[in-house]
């Protein structure tokens, strides 16, 4: 049984409006990871969770499926990003949809590589674990370099060791997720948080985890696309 692909895309957008229709490379922001993710031939379903007319339309256009308009309650700026996901698997489930896994692939990050898809299905399917989220290696480091106000307001680093590493590489490695997250469907309904108890990372390229949530970050997204494709 193939996996879906869920892409969850509202409207509101504050920082950048309509960032998720935005064109870019000559299409709408979300008709890549769509096309992407249909070409891949990973999925059995590719599917759009929108409570936006203009959202669910483009998706059609470019092939994604839009089978409900998520409830607007559900498409707040303080809206749990888990929330939106036990909506859509369940309203899936009752629609007769038939799955194990899947897969949640963020439209603003849209360089995700469909080997790295597959390899983190694949860990799913052969890894004692509930998740397989895409990381990748983060320069900030709260060992290190990042750092908190404490009630005094004075800076203290956001995580202490019992010896501050002399430098970046002797501190502890840490992750950034960047939009790519797989997941055995039944044991995230039990759970109901993305930050699953036993989650596996699968290291992904800095570049292909690039986030597009800024207006600099889609000028440099340009680039890439004009460099890639």
Same mark, same amino acid.
């Given at each position: 049984m193939k996996p879906i692909c869920l892409i969850c895309a509202r409207g509101g957008s504050k920082g950048v409006p309509n960032k998720n229709i935005r064109i870019i490379s000559k299409?709408?922001? =979300? +008709?890549?990871?769509i096309t992407s993710a249909i070409n891949s031939k990973l999925f059995s379903h590719v599917v759009v969770s929108t409570e936006n007319k203009n =959202? +669910?339309?483009i998706s059609k256009k470019y092939g994604a499926e839009v089978p409900f308009i998520r409830p607007k309650n559900l498409a707040l700026d303080t809206t749990p990003v888990g929330d939106v996901?036990?909506?859509a698997i369940k309203k899936l489930y009752s629609l007769g949809y038939e799955f194990e896994i899947f897969v949640n692939r963020d439209c603003t990050v849209p360089f995700i590589k469909n080997t790295d898809i597959k390899k983190t299905?694949?860990?799913l399917k052969h890894k004692k674990c509930d998740a397989v989220y895409g990381v990748y290696r983060q320069h900030l480091n709260p060992?290190?370099?990042?750092m908190e106000k404490n009630k005094e307001g004075y800076l203290r680093l956001s995580k202490k060791l019992k010896e501050r590493p002399k430098s970046r590489q002797k501190a502890p490695i840490v992750f950034q997720l960047n939009g790519l997250f797989t997941f055995d469907a039944k044991k995230f309904l039990n759970q109901g948080d993305p930050i699953m108890a036993n989650a596996l990372p699968h290291e992904i390229s800095p570049e292909s985890g690039l986030m597009i949530d800024t207006e600099i970050e889609f000028k440099m997204a340009e680039v890439l696309f004009k460099l890639i494709y």
């Open positions: 299409k709408p922001l =979300i +008709a890549h990871t =959202i +669910a339309q996901f036990i909506h299905i694949d860990l060992y290190f370099n990042m």
